[in-house]
């Protein structure tokens, strides 16, 4: 059973944790953390604010995520989240968002 081998999901889960650390590194999210951080004499309530939500968004995607691979083939998924960054990407090269 997947569930119990320890070593999977060890693995899995430094693997997730790495790969949303680097993509979280810089970005808006973690800037307005900075912002909101700068402009308030309670750090620790905007850290437990935006962990929080960080912890509810990715409680979403997980959910979703297990929801629409019962619908997606994983190939097609990967293919279809590359080509989302690309066209946001794209946006944001225009400043279009």
Do not use: C, H, Y
Request: glycine fraction near 8%; charged fraction near 15%.
């Amino acid at each position: 059973m997947r569930e119990f081998d320890i070593v999977t999901n060890w693995k899995l889960l430094w693997s997730t944790f790495a790969l949303l650390f680097m993509a979280e590194l810089g970005d808006k999210t973690q800037l307005a953390v900075i912002f909101t951080s700068a402009n308030s004499d309670r750090p620790w309530i905007v850290f437990l604010g935006a962990a929080l939500a960080l912890v509810t968004v990715t409680l979403i995607g997980t959910l979703a995520g297990q929801v629409i691979a019962r619908f997606v083939s994983p190939d097609l998924l990967r293919k279809g989240a590359a080509g989302l960054f690309v066209v946001m990407g794209v946006l944001m090269f225009f400043n279009k968002i």
